[in-house]
T-cell receptor, first 112, second 114 residues
Framework: DGGITQSPKYLFRKEGQNVTLSCEQN?????MYWYRQDPGQGLRLIYYSQIVNDFQKGDIAEGYSVSREKKESFPLTVTSAQKNPTAFYLCASSGQGLETQYFGPGTRLLVL | DAKTTQPPSMDCAEGRAANLPCNHSTISGNEYVYWYRQIHSQGPQYIIHGLKNNETNEMASLIITEDRKSSTLILPHATLRDTAVYYCIVRVAELTGGGNKLTFGTGTQLKVEL
């Protein structure tokens, strides 16, 4: 089936630790996105990539990093510089330009 | 992107039509209206979008007023599985420095009951 997969579903991070969230898509989409959602809130854009080997900061990029070495993959690293990382992280992808975005199932990150 | 206003919550009886309103009074001529929904602890699901004309697909209908200042998402026969938060999003039709960013508000929590 075509779609977007995110792993793991739940992730626990210790203080001062970097963690990487996986996002893979087999929709042949050029653009990929990472959003963060806090309880009872809407989604906020962290990073996006419109093409392989290129990515741009979104509204809340501080404390996060990404890479886009392959069209299918857009991993997000939550670094120790992110002081409040506990949230629900959502990956999305879309075709070229302003095509509709489709979302993965999300990863819930908890800090121990 | 234009700001949208939605009621925080709505109830609907199963089998009845659910009509979810959205106000976007500052919408520009080059902005689309999108609807997504999010079932608890899942990723948002695309429902429908439109610019000026009413739209219908297998999930829902979108009615946009003639002045485009408001719209209504209609789920014709709501089921318990339609219980979710519904987001109305207004987005420009041209790529900007923010790429293809979607700006989500807090949406409307629709509860479908027996």
């Amino acid at each position: 089936d075509g779609g977007i997969t995110q792993s793991p579903k739940y992730l626990f991070r210790k203080e001062g630790q970097n963690v990487t969230l996986s996002c893979e898509q087999n929709l042949n989409h050029d653009a990929m996105y990472w959003y963060r959602q806090d309880p009872g809130q809407g989604l906020r854009l962290i990073y996006y990539s419109q093409i392989v080997n290129d990515f741009q900061k979104g509204d809340i990029a501080e404390g996060y990093s990404v890479s886009r070495e392959k069209k299918e993959s857009f991993p997000l690293t939550v670094t120790s510089a992110q002081k409040n990382p506990t949230a629900f992280y959502l990956c999305a992808s879309s075709g070229q330009g302003l095509e509709t975005q489709y979302f993965g199932p999300g990863t819930r990150l908890l800090v121990l | 992107d234009a700001k949208t206003t939605q009621p925080p919550s709505m109830d609907c009886a199963e089998g009845r039509a659910a009509n979810l309103p959205c106000n976007h009074s500052t919408i520009s001529g080059n902005e689309y209206v999108y609807w997504y929904r999010q079932i608890h602890s899942q990723g948002p699901q695309y429902i429908i979008h439109g610019l000026k004309n009413n739209e219908t697909n297998e999930m829902a209908s979108l009615i946009i007023t003639e002045d485009r200042k408001s719209s209504t998402l209609i789920l014709p026969h709501a089921t318990l599985r339609d219980t979710a938060v519904y987001y109305c999003i207004v987005r420009v039709a041209e790529l900007t420095g923010g790429g293809n960013k979607l700006t989500f508000g807090t949406g409307t929590q629709l509860k479908v009951e027996l």
